[in-house]
């Protein structure tokens, strides 16, 4: 039942990555578009859904069980995402989404797998100051700013989010054996860079 709940959380989480990548792909201006798509992390940290990019950061914070979770929140987000594209391919909306959305998978897809994983680690440190500084920051307007600094700059920066592109590749229709083996390597870099910082940290502090 516990491993139930965690996956529909993930579903959850899923589906708010989801919303922000579909406003990220309705704008032109990519500054606009970084920090409006904030609004998914937001509503993940305020309730307390399962993002695997923000879970892994404390895997090494807590026990085995905690470690098996990980694997049923990343599928758990893999569903949520599709969830998110299924539903914006039924609307007028689904031709320009997935043409923009192709081209970036088209992207990701040409590169090499080196390059994805040490983008994927970029993005996580990022993604764990967002997460930290929303959770330690004692001033709420430094809260929202963590997220926002945390998120504009992976992707302005041009890093890999192992769930924002698995909601690219859904709703661009982009899934193949390469786009499994792009995400999985994009996966391992955002784990990677979630616990680098954390592990840095208790070094240092020991």
Known sequence: M??????LSGILAGMCVGLGGLVFLSVDNRI????????GLFVICTFGFHLFTGKVCYVFQNDRDYALDLPVIWLGNLVGTG?????ACLTRNAAGLSEKALNMCQVKLDDGLLSLFILGIFCNILIHIAVEGYAR???ELGKYLSLFFGVMVFILSGTEHCVADMFYFWIAGAWSGRAIVCVLVISLGNALGGVLLPLLRSVIAS
Not at 2 to 7: G, L, N, P, Q, S
Not at 32 to 39: D, P, Q, Y
Not at 83 to 87: P, R, T
């Open 2 to 7: 516990k491993r139930a709940k965690v996956f």
């Open 32 to 39: 606009v578009g970084s920090a409006l798509f904030t609004v």
């Open 83 to 87: 969830i998110m594209a299924g539903l």
């Open 137 to 139: 920051n004692p001033h």
